[in-house]
Each structure stands twice: as structure tokens, then as C-alpha cells.
């Protein structure tokens, strides 16, 4: 089983609606949990950082951890064209792992005005 | 805002030569890292680096990799004798005071191995 699985999409949403990320995981020792987003040709920017189980908000993104089912939510509210690029999650397990991120294959969006 | 960079965005290099990859990290920080990603598949840990000496390494990382933090900001990658398979996306990560903080990634540099 792998340890982060995540959906390649592509994942096509028309402008203006909510878009709905996901990743499940297998090792239950993770407790640091990334989303990060890659325009092609660049590197992964950073956009929500979340510690354990619970919801953070950060203007129209929302991001959830549910520790319970191994399973965590990036949510894009308001969808722009220029939010269309390869969301990545990434987790790790915290300080006895020094940081190393296991990262997720990627999710390819495509929001259409 | 801060950001990591790396030089230079790609390197063209023939299969058993050596190459140095060279990043610099956000001031401020003091974890390292190195993830590649090879075309089409995850981004995957080579290294970390902190207090001059490397933290974790990936099996990926074997003795033909080296990293170092030659002076006060520069964070390097050496791949001594390249193979065709070295060729990705190589990318540089630096975090702050304590590794479980959020990592900041660079815009990597494309390795094309020929």
C-alpha cells in the first residue's frame, strides 16, 4: 500500500466553484500535513500547514485533517483561472523524522472561465 | 517575501560526469533539504541537512550524492558520476528554527543526464 495516495485528476471545475482536494495516508505516525500548489516549470509553493486533526481556514482555502480515517481535505472556494495548477499534499511525521516529507502524486486542476 | 533559489534552472550534463547543484536557503533558516522529481512521478526526500552534517537520507541518496553547506548561505548537491536515471527535477527546501515548520521550496533545477 502506498503511503499517500492521491488522485492525478485532471480535475475540471468551471469558474467561480468550490474545488474539493483530497489524500488518504497509511502511516498513522504522521502529524504535520502540507498542501502545497506547483505551476508547471516551478516549484511547490506553499499554501496551508496544518498540525494534527481539525480545520484551518487562510482566505478562500480551507484545509482539513481527519486523523481518525487517515484522510485530508483541501478545499478552494471561489475558483479562479489562476488557480489552475498541480496541488500536492505532503506529511510528516514531525521531529523524529527531521522533516522528511512524504508527498502525494499531485492533483492536476483546471478551472475554465 | 524570502525565498529560496536555486542556479542554475537547468543543467545539461553527459552520463558520468560530475554536477553541482547550488541552492540558496531562505537567511534565516537552518533545515535543508533535497527532494527530486523525476517526469510524471511524486516529488521524493534525498536529504536533510542541519548543523552541518545531514540529518536523514532517502536509499536513493548513496554514496554518489554528497551535500554541503560550503559557507554561509550556499547549500549544495553533488552527484559525482551522473547516470541517465539521475535526470529530474531537483529541488532545495529550507525551513526555520525547528524541522516540523513548514518547508519553502525553490524552483528546482531540470538535470538532463544524455
Known amino acids: 500500500q502506498k503511503e499517500v495516495e492521491q488522485d492525478p485528476g485532471p480535475l475540471s471545475v468551471p469558474e467561480g466553484a468550490i474545488v474539493s482536494l483530497n489524500c488518504t495516508y497509511s502511516?498513522?505516525?504522521?502529524?504535520?500535513f502540507m498542501w502545497y500548489r506547483q505551476y508547471s516549470r516551478k516549484g511547490p509553493e506553499l499554501l496551508m500547514y496544518?498540525?494534527?486533526?481539525g480545520n484551518k481556514e487562510d482566505g478562500r482555502f480551507t484545509a482539513q485533517v481527519d486523523k481518525s480515517s487517515k484522510y485530508i481535505s483541501l478545499f478552494i472556494r471561489d475558483s479562479q483561472p489562476s488557480d489552475s495548477a498541480t496541488y500536492l499534499c505532503?506529511?510528516?511525521?514531525?521531529?523524529?523524522?527531521?522533516?522528511?516529507?512524504?508527498f502525494g502524486a499531485g492533483t492536476q486542476v483546471v478551472v475554465t472561465p | 517575501e524570502p525565498e529560496v533559489t536555486q542556479t542554475p534552472s537547468h543543467q545539461v550534463t553527459q552520463m558520468g560526469q560530475e554536477v553541482i547543484l547550488r541552492c540558496v536557503p531562505i537567511?534565516?533558516?537552518?533545515?535543508f533539504y533535497w527532494y527530486r522529481q523525476i517526469l510524471g512521478q511524486k516529488v521524493e526526500f534525498l536529504v536533510s541537512?542541519?548543523?552541518?552534517?545531514?540529518?536523514?537520507k532517502s536509499e536513493i541518496f548513496d554514496d554518489q550524492f554528497s551535500v554541503e553547506r560550503p559557507d554561509g548561505s550556499n547549500f549544495t548537491l553533488k552527484i559525482r558520476s551522473t547516470k541517465l536515471e539521475d535526470s529530474a527535477m531537483y529541488f532545495c527546501?529550507?525551513?526555520?528554527?525547528?524541522?516540523?515548520?513548514?518547508?519553502?521550496f525553490g524552483d528546482g533545477t531540470r538535470l538532463s543526464i544524455l
Open positions: 541537512f542541519y548543523n552541518n552534517e545531514i540529518s536523514e
Open positions: 527546501a529550507s525551513s526555520g528554527t525547528n524541522s516540523n515548520q513548514p518547508q519553502h
Open positions: 502511516n498513522s505516525a504522521f502529524q504535520y
Open positions: 537567511s534565516n533558516h537552518l533545515y
Open positions: 505532503a506529511m510528516s511525521v514531525g521531529t523524529d523524522s527531521w522533516g522528511k516529507l512524504q
Open positions: 496544518t498540525y494534527s486533526s
